[in-house]
């Protein structure tokens, strides 16, 4: 899927192999040196509304641009995360996230974004109250920013974490579940999170349409989102078949590589043209929508 993405090779590191290898050694110091220029830039992938068809959000992926290659999130953050250098990285993704945001807000554009927090960044609370802040002085309408934490962020210092939080969501910014069944959330922590959306993790959704065990678990996720008050979300839709069962089953959102691959703004660009395409391709022509 990356190499489809960008086109090259992309795998620049597994997280645990070889720890002090002098591959490793050398994209570190190539990350901190990327971390302190800001040499990052954000990929987007849309989401499908699939009660209307309606395309407004996209998740803000993070990639790097290395010795002229893209690389994707997951080929650095993880080192990132183990370096320690993903505090600033996520500072220089908040911002970014935040300047998009604003411009689309000053060209009348009704879009989203959905961004990632690391585990890491998340526990240490410095890095919610300073989004916090960007959020109150950007000018920002804060309900075009989703915050997409996973389920790991909530083990640390749980009360700590749902006190940040519960002020960015005061303040109108969105919070998502993400990589929702693969963590340990309990529901007990669950129903003390005001969540918005919570996204159904890729491995579930794989199997849709053939693996009935799967079906009933992305089903009781539907039903647990919906009992939650929150949006459900299924990533990594591959296929129609997916797409088909998800609209079936009253999942709300959809996102993947059928959809949209992760892609730089122009791609989408002039954004209506590009989106009404694909609402024009995904969802039965209803004269209201035209
Ligand atoms: P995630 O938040 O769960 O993002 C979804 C990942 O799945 C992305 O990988 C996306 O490219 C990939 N994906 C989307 N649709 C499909 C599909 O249909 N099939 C397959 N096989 N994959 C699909 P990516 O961009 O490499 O990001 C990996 C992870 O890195 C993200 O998982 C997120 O946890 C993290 N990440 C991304 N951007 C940021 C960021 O700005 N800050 C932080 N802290 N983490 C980020
Ligand atoms: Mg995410
Ligand atoms: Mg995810
Ligand atoms: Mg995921």
Request: with cysteine; hydrophobic share 40%.
């Amino acid at each position: 899927y990356e190499a489809k993405e960008s086109g090259g090779r992309v795998v620049v590191y597994e997280s645990g192999k070889s720890p002090y290898t002098h591959e490793r050694l050398r994209l570190e110091a190539e990350l901190r040196e990327a971390a302190e220029r800001h040499a990052f830039e954000f990929y987007y992938q849309p989401f499908l509304r699939l009660a209307d068809g309606r395309v407004d959000e996209a998740e803000a992926l993070l990639r790097w641009r290395n010795r002229g290659e893209v690389v994707s999130a997951a080929g650095f953050i993880p080192l990132a995360e183990e370096t320690g250098l993903i505090a600033q990285i996520d500072q220089a993704a908040f911002s970014l996230a935040l300047w998009q945001l604003v411009r689309w807000q000053q060209q009348g554009l009704p879009y989203g974004l959905s961004i990632n927090i690391s585990a890491q960044s998340a526990a240490r609370t410095g890095a919610l109250t300073e989004l916090n802040h960007l959020v109150q002085h950007g000018g920002l309408e804060p309900y075009r920013l989703t915050l997409e934490i996973t389920e790991s962020a909530l083990l640390r210092d749980p009360e700590e974490v749902r006190a940040a939080l519960l002020e960015l969501k005061a303040l109108g910014v969105r919070l998502a579940m993400d990589d929702f069944g693969s963590g340990y959330a309990s529901l007990a922590y669950l129903r003390q999170l005001p969540l918005d959306r919570i996204k159904i993790d890729r491995s579930f959704i794989t199997h849709l349409g053939s693996s009935r065990r799967d079906e009933k678990l992305v089903r009781a996720a539907i039903d647990l989102g919906h009992s939650l008050e929150a949006e459900v979300l299924a990533e990594g839709v591959e296929t129609l078949e997916q797409l088909q069962w998800l609209r079936e089953n009253g999942c709300d959102l959809v996102q993947g590589n059928l959809i949209g691959l992760p892609a730089p703004l122009e791609a989408w660009y002039p954004s209506p043209v590009a989106l009404g395409r694909l609402h024009l391709a995904l969802t039965p022509r209803k004269p209201s929508a035209l």
